[in-house]
């Protein structure tokens, strides 16, 4: 990031008021193409889906307490619906299309895989059969999250009604979280499998996105990250750093994988956030860059991305690298390719689902009036 004068550029609680926050799209961008670089095994450093929950955390805690800033309450059925209608659609179709085209090559078809993905249980399905490879292997995290979206409000309502600080009181969720994960590895001894996956046991990504939000809210948080803002660069390097040893070392101990390195990860990546975020605010080559047209776009596509990867992207390095390309090149290719279909899923689908869907069921939330929470609908898309 470059040494930008920070007159020049926007203070962070600034750029956190607005609909959109700089750099979103670059960041989930980014996070995706770090799950297809580590699923096509050009890379060992496995914390993309770690980026995308801590964000997903945030952005949604973000959400639930505009709301009840403004209303004194959280519409929880109204919240769980709307998330409902950003992801159950788009994931629908990848299940459906992905069977065809199993069925096509004349595959069998994981049919209670398909059932947990329905129900929403895919994570606790891949975690209690022993992680099983199909095409339906990693949207696991979408069950957790969906999981995660049900009880956070009702948590984040139960801490307001009881009058208790939010950030310690989210800060205790995550010690929860991490106690649980220890006494399950080494006194419960759980396979990898499900610690890996299971609500209670990896969650605290998602909190501790959350809690990020919450700190954030205090005028001397962002001001401290304003204050290094030139040391950014090094701060978030340093970040990347221990973050990448720590990822390399996983392999070594299970011990060490759940009990030590999954509980610092999302920790790094939350702190490291922030100086994205401000380095998106600015007039820098680098701001131009993370909110360029194209990383936009992409950005906006990735969760389509995240979806369809698994079968057009291997299905499409394979072919390449049968035709004698290296594996980099036919990545590239394969991502582009992936790529394209996330913004045509994201631009011709998933918002006009979404869309229909919500002005069907708008009626259901009409009594509490609480619909007038759309426009903060923007921030979690």
């Known amino acids: ?28 961008l980014m996070a995706v193409l770090a799950v297809m670089m580590g699923h096509a095994g050009l890379i060992e450093w ?7 929950l801590v964000f997903s955390g945030f952005l949604i805690t973000r959400m639930l307490m505009a709301e009840h800033a403004r209303t004194g309450d959280i519409n929880v059925p109204q919240f769980v619906w709307h998330r409902a209608t950003r992801l159950m659609p ?53 069950s957790l999250q969906e999981q995660f979206y049900a009880l ?52 605290d990504n998602l909190a501790v996105g959350g809690l990020l939000a919450v700190v954030l809210c205090n005028p001397e948080w962002t001001r401290t990250y304003d204050r290094l803002r030139r040391a950014g660069p090094v701060l978030v390097a340093l970040c990347g750093a221990v973050l990448g040893l720590s990822v390399l070392h996983r392999s070594d101990s299970l011990v060490y994988k759940y009990v030590f390195s999954l509980a610092l990860d999302p920790v790094l990546i939350a702190l490291a956030m922030p100086f994205v975020i401000m380095a998106a605010g600015t007039p820098s080559w680098l701001g131009r860059a ?23 992207m291997h299905g499409c390095i394979h072919m ?49 009036q609480r619909s007038a929470a759309r426009p903060l609908s923007r921030l979690a898309d």
């Open 1 to 28: 990031m470059p040494h930008t004068h920070t007159a020049s550029a926007a203070p962070l609680g600034q750029l956190l008021q607005g609909g959109r926050i700089p750099g979103m799209d670059a960041l989930r």
């Open 320 to 368: 390449l690298v049968r035709h004698h390309w290296w594996r980099w090149p036919a990545f590239i290719a394969s991502a582009a390719l992936v790529a394209w279909v996330g913004h045509l899923s994201f631009h011709y689908f998933e918002g006009p689902v979404r869309r229909a869907l919500e002005a069907r069921t708008r009626h259901w939330f009409q009594p509490g």
């Open 90 to 142: 788009a994931l629908l179709a990848y299940t459906a299309l992905g069977a065809i085209y199993l069925l096509v090559r004349g595959t069998p078809l994981p049919w209670q895989a398909m059932a947990s993905v329905v129900a929403q249980v895919h994570n606790y399905y891949q975690a209690l059969t022993g992680a099983q490879t199909h095409y339906l292997s990693h949207v696991w995290s979408l």
């Open 46 to 52: 496995g914390f993309g889906l770690q980026v995308l």
């Open 290 to 312: 993370l909110n360029a047209r194209i990383v936009v776009a992409a950005g906006q596509g990735s969760y389509g991305m995240y979806l369809s990867h698994q079968i057009l």
């Open 152 to 203: 956070w409000p009702l948590f984040l309502l139960w801490i307001w009604r009881r009058g208790l600080r939010l950030e310690w009181a989210i800060a205790g969720y995550i010690a929860c979280i991490w106690g649980t994960r220890a006494v399950e590895c080494l006194v419960l001894h759980a396979p990898d499998e499900y610690l890996y996956r299971a609500l209670e046991t990896r969650s």
